[in-house]
């Protein structure tokens, strides 16, 4: 069975770091893209960033250029998100998720809260 | 960015037929994809790829469309559909429809 589970999230004040992590199980992780997507609370679903199954290409969505990092370890089937210089806009739940067939997201985590707040 | 529009709310009968469209600022080249999601829970894939269902879910869900009108069809509607409903593109970048509330009456 696929479980992706993420932790690392808190409350953190404005300007400051925090780092994600996703422990993946049931599946090959390294033959996967996986990605982060965001939800704020009460509104859609918003993609963060991708990484490719070797980590060698990343991509991110304009807003978190340059702030976030995604990256992974194999070996730890484990799945990060580096999120510095934080702001109130990135208040949202956090879902790891493995990237499917055509790019859908086929399964995806129970989500971890960030709250950017002072 | 491709922007993907979706009707905000609908509301059904059980064993009725409901349809939710999703409409892509440009062409996606069939790239969409469909997913359900219940209060508190994390969203499910329904459809990939506008017509192929995902693993384990039920034939009364199925999506139909290309270019820039996509469409999920559920067929019948039971109690246990509940839920906001997104479209989402892989074809340039990602990006999410802002989601259709279904509620059965």
């Known amino acids: 069975e696929v479980q992706l589970v993420e932790s690392g999230g808190g409350l953190v004040q404005p300007g400051r770091s925090l780092k994600l992590s996703c422990a993946a199980s049931g599946f090959t992780f390294s033959n996967y893209y996986m990605a982060w997507v965001r939800q704020a609370p009460t509104k859609g679903l918003e993609w963060v960033a991708s990484?490719?199954?070797?980590?060698?290409?990343?991509y991110y969505r304009d807003s978190v250029k340059g702030r976030f990092t995604i990256s992974r370890d194999n070996a730890k089937s484990t799945l990060y998100l580096q999120m510095d210089s934080l702001r109130s806009e990135d208040t949202a739940t956090y879902y790891c998720t493995r990237e499917g067939p055509r790019r859908s997201l086929d399964y995806w985590g129970q989500g971890v809260m960030v709250t950017v707040s002072s | 960015d491709t922007v993907l529009t979706q009707s905000p709310a609908l509301a059904v009968s059980p064993g009725e037929r409901v349809s939710i469209s999703c409409r892509a600022s440009e062409g996606v080249n069939s790239y969409m994809h469909w997913y359900q999601q219940k209060p508190g829970q994390q969203p499910k894939l329904l459809i990939y790829k506008a017509s192929n269902l995902a693993s384990g879910v039920p034939a009364r869900f199925s999506g139909s469309g290309s270019g820039t009108d996509f469409t999920l069809t559920i067929d019948p509607v039971e109690a246990d559909d509940t839920a906001t409903y997104f479209c989402?593109?892989?074809?340039?970048?990602?990006?999410f429809g802002s989601g259709t509330k279904l509620e059965i009456k």
């Open positions: 990484i490719t199954n070797s980590g060698g290409s990343t």
């Open positions: 989402q593109q892989s074809w340039n970048d990602f990006t």
